[in-house]
């Protein structure tokens, strides 16, 4: 029976900004202590993106991006997905035109529902999908 709590979103693309550009995306603004409500607090763009105020950073993987472009089998790798969803993944992948990427990062949080529609980048990544985690 699957293990639908340990549900991992991947987005998988290409982004050649410079290291400080790719993190500040990311980046949780901590200078309100834990007020989201407050109205100085800054969204970071990844929480815009997905539609909520917070994540949890425990549970998210941001790999190191390639300085250039690298094969799918190469890149696909570093997901945190169950080795039996790498054809599904690697077959998104290609049905959303990603054929070869320098960048991947995951969220477990199979609760996440993401904001509609579905944005076409995330920091330069595409979302695949929601997988098995590993």
């Not at 409500?37 to 800054?42: A, E, M």
């Not at 054809?87 to 992948?93: E, F, G, I, S, V």
Request: contains cysteine.
């Amino acid at each position: 029976m699957p293990n639908y709590s340990n549900n991992v979103h991947i987005w998988v693309g290409s982004n050649f900004s410079s290291n400080e550009d790719y993190m500040s995306y990311f980046e949780l603004d901590y200078s309100v202590e834990g007020n989201f409500d407050d109205p100085n607090y800054k969204l970071c763009g990844f929480c815009k993106d997905i539609g909520t105020r917070w994540y949890d950073q425990d549970f998210i993987g941001i790999i190191s991006r390639s300085e250039q472009e690298v094969s799918l089998d190469e890149i696909l790798v570093e997901a945190a997905v169950d080795e039996d969803e790498l054809p599904r993944l690697k077959a998104r992948c290609d049905a959303l035109g990603v054929r070869k990427a320098n960048a991947i990062f995951w969220y477990q949080d199979a609760d996440l529902v993401l904001k509609q529609p579905i944005k076409d980048s995330y920091n330069g990544l595409k979302y695949i999908g929601l997988f098995q985690g590993d």
